[in-house]
């Protein structure tokens, strides 16, 4: 039983203030929206416990040093937010997502990004899927976009933003294709990402993933994790497509639905049309390991005494 | 006199509504936030009349169909949104601004962002200009930034977007490098545009501005009109930055603030530092031409019927 009313719909923290989703809402004139200038991290809740915290966290305070900003909360407050609003919810299997966003210019102030203030938005909602369950299962259908993916040196994705009209772009031209996601190449035409998600090949029992132009996700770290467990060889490197649509399996990892098999791309089967065995495997150790608490930070269900 | 309140800080329009400009605040959840999937433009307004208005409309268009979005409202509705947020304000001089952003994903939806309805959100305020009006007198102080604009292929600029991350970096740059504003190479290696501003460079009385990797202005457009009627050659190619180092004059362009000089280009001072011959013909014939009615819309200041 919880002191504060509960809000299973949706919990939010905006810049100090807690308050339910539907109430978390941005200024048509800050920056974070009007000039993209925001950075953000997610992670997951599972059995009511966060997965790699610390991971997200150190990645989240790296993006924010990146775009140059501080908000008004250290990492350790942060983390306090995301328990209490997990909290707020009451939810054991959570979608916690963490924005730090430029404010707006203040009348009469310098107009420097440097002096507009930055500020926390954070919220938690029910755990969302990338995939509806019945593709997880049936696996995903990939296309190897036209699109480029926008380039590390103009905006790296390591710091998690919200650049994402080049995948919005793949996207409708995956869904145009007949697929469900799209792959996006760098102007080396070396695979990059997806929006939302890494991706893996397989070929001859090991495991590949590309090393530059990519988000370093906190599941692909993961599963280069488990393969080291399951003493599956993997290779951080550059992927060519060629390499990928020739692989024995492929599969995508992201913080919305853990290890995702891949049976189609760019209309191709692979293997039998179901996600293949080395996919299968991690599928089922990353969801082995979550339920026997790897990496596993259990959420503070009880109320915070000042909330009482 | 007007029937309705006014509200000269601000006023917004969000999707069939009007209110004031602190009530305009986007979810938190709408990926024209989360995903920066929205296009906007910005049109100004000076002593009681749009300027190039049509002009403003017609990419505006053309922007939301590249994005794929088609909002409730029309062309003819969006110009009649507009003239009455002016006149909601009652301002003579106001900087308007509409956006088009993708909302949110409803719960048991596809996910396809073709299946998210986007929306307009438009506002007035006060006219903003670029740089304040010392600088705008004492010419910008430019560098040529080391982050690279994001090439069109991933984002196309001509599609008017918040992308801004790598504009942001080179800004940060600037300021640390004791200028005003930066401008961006592409990864040629030739000039694009500053964050808000096209660029121009004058050598032997030639008039010269990039034709590629940029936002196709409309100031910028004026100006090559105006080159037209006072008989100055200009050149729509590509500009390297050795070119830009070793112009006559330099000058940036923006609804938000039309013509403005530029005095210093990494650290060299441009001319006399001031403003060149060239700049200063076209900075006052820009400001004539608009007094005297060129391309104006004047504003309709009178209460709509529905509004009494």
Partial sequence: MTA????????AYMDGTYMPLAEARIPVTDWG??????????????????????????????????????????????RAVLHELV????????????????GGPQPGGSGKPADVRPYIIAYAIPYVWLLPKEKVERGSHL?????????????????????RADMTRATFEAHDRGADNPVLLDYDGN?????????????DGRV?????????????????????????PCEVRALSPEELRNADEVFITSTAGGVMGVTRLDGRILGNDRPGPVTSRLFDAYWRFRREGWCAEPVDYAPARAAE
Same sequence: chains 1, 2.
């Fill in 87 to 102: 909290r707020r919810t009451g939810l054991r299997e959570a979608y916690v997502a963490v924005d730090c966003l430029r």
């Fill in 143 to 163: 296309v190897i976009a036209s699109t480029p993916r926008i380039p590390e040196a103009s905006v790296d994705p390591r710091a998690k933003n919200f650049h």
């Fill in 4 to 11: 504060t009313e509960l809000w299973p719909t949706g919990a």
């Fill in 33 to 78: 929206y009007r000039r993209s200038d925001v950075t953000y991290d997610v992670v997951s809740v599972w059995d009511g416990a966060f997965f790699k915290l610390d991971d997200h966290l150190t990645r989240f305070a790296a993006s924010m040093a990146h775009f140059r900003m501080r908000p008004r909360e250290s990492i350790a407050e942060i």
């Fill in 191 to 203: 695979v990059t990402e997806g929006p939302g998600f890494n991706v893996f090949a397989v070929t």
């Fill in 208 to 232: 590949v993933t590309p090393d530059r132009g990519v988000l370093e996700g906190i599941t692909r770290k993961a599963v280069i994790e488990l393969c080291d467990k399951l003493g599956l």
